[in-house]
């Protein structure tokens, strides 16, 4: 089923038709048999039909995971109010955003361009984004060896906190940005290595090893894979909010397509948002072996239930409160993102010295 939540909206039923009506956005989704495989589902396998009226003013964005259509006036009507689309792929690849004119501050962008370009100015941001990973990442870690029973997963989790450790306090240290960028890569591996200790439940059905993309190759990189497409999405938001293009970034390099800035700015949302929940959602066994399924080829997806799972679950989260340290204000975890690339424009802008990530305590 289709669901809206915190103002976005996703499409994730195959054959899904949006129409526009005035200020409204029409949703037909077609019911399809439960055996029925998805890639024999289409308008003429479906057998029925059903339709959600959402008016306009109630979303920021849509969603579209898999083959389904918006018609040109609902194109329009997204457009003339702000509201972006984004095609993905069903594991949460984006693979386009359309907007419309976007209402930005030049001045802001040929700013973030400049600094984009001087690589002292991208190594003191990238030094700043990494802490503020390492640490969460770190922190991440510290909570389940105070919560874990065994003896040894404490002493292995303890033993990569005080590896993280180190790698903060170096952090000053390290001027070069592909020294900066190998300190993270170490960093990641360590992190990852150990990340399986932090299952509570079902450690033999979700075994990790390491970190895999493009596909993933288990299930735990499957669920990371998608959490960390919902959160590049909000970021991506976030920035074009903020008046930054989210594809020029300091950390990442630029590719054709890539999101660096995106990538960049959701770095420190990772281990306390998307892999923290990837590891409830396990423990709690609100996601298990049958929610995915595995291809040819070694790559492992989700099924139609488990991504829906997982896209309500994340949801959910992002309507929790959590007190911001910089601001010291209260505030849900869907507003974060802007929060933080509003620190970051300001930092670009000369406002405040150093760009400040968010380190939840």
């Known amino acids: 089923m289709d669901a809206i939540q915190q103002n976005t909206l996703y499409l994730t039923t195959p054959g899904t038709y949006v129409a526009r009506d005035h200020l409204t956005l029409q949703v037909e989704v077609p019911v399809y048999p439960d055996d029925l495989p998805p890639e024999k589902r289409s308008k003429d396998t479906a057998t029925g039909q059903r339709k ?39 594991w949460g690849r984006l693979h386009a955003r359309m ?29 700043q984004i990494i802490a503020g990973k390492l640490q969460n990442s770190r922190n991440s870690l510290l909570r389940a060896a105070r919560e874990t029973v065994s003896a040894e997963d404490r002493e292995r989790l303890e033993a990569v906190t005080d590896a993280l450790a180190r790698q903060i306090r170096d952090l000053p240290g390290i001027t ?5 960028r190998g300190a993270e890569g170490m960093a990641a591996n360590l992190y990852f290595m150990v990340l399986s200790l932090t299952l509570k439940q079902q450690r033999e059905e979700f075994t990790f090893n390491n970190r895999s993309r493009r596909p993933p190759r288990d299930r735990i ?13 909000d970021c991506i938001a976030a920035l074009t909010a903020a008046g930054l293009d989210p594809f020029v970034g300091f950390l990442h390099v630029d590719r054709p397509n890539r999101p660096s800035l995106a ?41 139609e239930t488990g991504r829906k799972h997982v ?51």
């Open 99 to 127: 907007t419309g004119v976007a209402d930005t501050s030049v001045t802001l962008r040929r700013t973030q361009f400049r600094a984009a370009d001087d690589p002292a100015k991208c190594a003191a941001i990238a030094r």
């Open 263 to 303: 990538l960049d700015l959701m770095e420190e949302f990772r281990p306390w948002l998307a892999d923290r929940l990837a590891i409830t959602l396990i423990n709690r066994q609100q996601i298990g072996p049958e929610h995915f399924k595995d291809r040819e080829g070694g790559a492992v997806e989700f099924t």
């Open 221 to 233: 990189n499957c669920l990371l894979s998608f959490l960390y497409a919902l959160v590049r999405h």
């Open 176 to 180: 070069g940005l592909d020294s900066l």
């Open 52 to 90: 959600v009226a959402i008016p306009i003013h109630h979303l920021e964005s849509i969603c579209v995971f898999g083959p389904s259509t918006i018609s040109p006036p609902a194109l329009d009507l997204c457009w003339e109010h702000g509201v972006a689309v984004n095609y993905l792929n069903e």
């Open 311 to 361: 896209i309500k679950a994340y949801q959910e989260r992002k309507q929790e409160n959590l007190n911001h340290p910089l601001l010291d204000q209260n505030l849900r975890l869907a507003q974060l993102p802007f929060i933080q690339a509003r620190v970051l424009a300001r930092h670009l802008r000369g406002d405040i010295p150093d760009y400040v990530p968010l380190v939840p305590k």
